[in-house]
């Protein structure tokens, strides 16, 4: 089935230490989003990526980034994480155009910060 | 800017007893408006979506919202609950055009006591 995956499910990094996660779909969608879902909250946009073009929310802050080598795989870098950084990621995709539209969500991973 | 208020933090029900989960919005253009799902320690699915046309929705899992412009309201309804519906559903809305990003309410609990 086409889909979108998340790895790993849950991630435990230490306080400032560099973590990646990764995104893959299967529906060769244009658009990839990654998301911060902190406990009890709505999920926020951090930023996506509309084919090649990256496209950061004003607020996301700098210690945040994202790579999107092919149509399939998207990264969500911390580059120092904080206590503050725990939370639930998500990935999800979309074809970006038309009256089909609708966004595709991956399970999750959930990020610990020791 | 979009923005989306649900109104309820909470909703404690009885199985087989109706329910209904409120949402309101506000945007000056256009909107897309969805109702999506998320049980435990998972991603986000898709309940149903309101586009255009008809204004009574009809989703997955016996879910029906109703999109009234003039209230700018989205309330999401189903006639019978089930202990399996017991999750977090969020009211979301996105603009028309380029990447569409979602907008979230702060979500709704939805438990179902036997």
């Known amino acids: 089935d086409a889909m979108v995956i998340q790895n790993p499910r849950y991630q435990v990094t230490q306080f400032g230490k560099p973590v990646t996660l990764s995104c893959s779909q299967t529906?060769?969608?244009?658009?990839m989003y990654w998301y911060q879902q902190k406990s009890s909250q709505a999920p926020k946009l951090l930023f996506h990526?509309?084919?090649?073009?990256?496209?950061n929310e004003a607020d996301t802050p700098d210690n945040f980034q994202s790579r999107r080598p092919n149509t399939s795989f998207c990264f969500l870098d911390i580059r120092s994480p904080g206590l503050g950084d725990a939370a639930m990621y998500l990935c999800?995709?979309?074809?970006?155009?038309?009256?089909?539209?609708?966004?595709?969500f991956g399970p999750g991973t959930r990020l610990t910060v020791t | 800017a979009q923005s989306v208020t649900q109104l309820d933090s909470q909703v404690p029900v009885f199985e087989e007893a109706p329910v209904e989960l409120r949402c309101n919005y506000s945007?000056?253009?256009?909107?897309?408006l969805f109702w999506y799902v998320q049980y435990p320690n998972q991603g986000l699915q898709l309940l149903l979506k309101?586009?255009?046309?008809?204004?009574l929705v009809k989703g997955i899992n016996g879910f029906e919202a109703e999109f009234n412009k003039s209230q700018t309201s989205f309330h999401l309804r189903k006639p019978s609950v089930h202990i399996s519906d017991t999750a977090e559903y969020f009211c979301a809305v996105s603009d028309l055009e380029g990447a569409q990003k979602l907008v979230f309410g702060q979500g709704t609990r939805l438990t179902i006591n036997p």
């Open positions: 945007s000056s253009v256009s909107v897309y």
């Open positions: 999800a995709t979309s074809r970006g155009t038309g009256l089909s539209y609708e966004q595709y």
């Open positions: 990526y509309y084919d090649k073009d990256f496209n």
């Open positions: 529906l060769n969608h244009n658009v």
């Open positions: 309101y586009l255009s046309g008809s204004t």
